[in-house]
């Protein structure tokens, strides 16, 4: 059974930086497209970054050019660097394979506000 830990959520200011980071029971990121998606109180969950087995991205226009979305193979990890953070980011921030083929992890709550 997949499991997907998220971690490196929190409080932060308007302007302000995090980095997230996902790991995976079995090496599943590596074999993987693996996407970020978020979902924000009272909205649907919705896709925010992507990133294809050989390092392709991409993302949602809200974010480009503030969110980064990287991979390592070899410690089998996703990570969402997160800059220029605002409100509207306010989020409960998952990952998961494209297509969200395994059981959705706990997320990694994400607070934008002064």
């Known amino acids: 059974q997949v499991q997907f830990v998220e971690s490196g959520g929190g409080l932060v200011q308007p302007g302000g930086s995090l980095r997230l980071s996902c790991a995976a029971s079995g090496r599943i990121i590596s074999i993987y497209a693996m996407n970020w998606y978020r979902q924000a109180p009272g909205k649907k969950r919705e896709l925010v970054a992507w990133?294809?087995?050989?390092?392709?991205?991409n993302y949602i226009d809200s974010v480009k050019g503030r969110f980064i979305i990287s991979r390592n193979s070899a410690r089998d990890t996703v990570t969402l660097q997160m800059n220029s953070l605002k409100p509207d980011d306010t989020a409960v921030y998952y990952c998961?394979?494209?297509?969200?083929?395994?059981?959705w992890g706990q997320g990694t709550q994400v607070t934008v506000s002064s």
């Open positions: 990133i294809t087995t050989d390092g392709r991205t």
């Open positions: 998961n394979t494209a297509g969200a083929r395994y059981d």
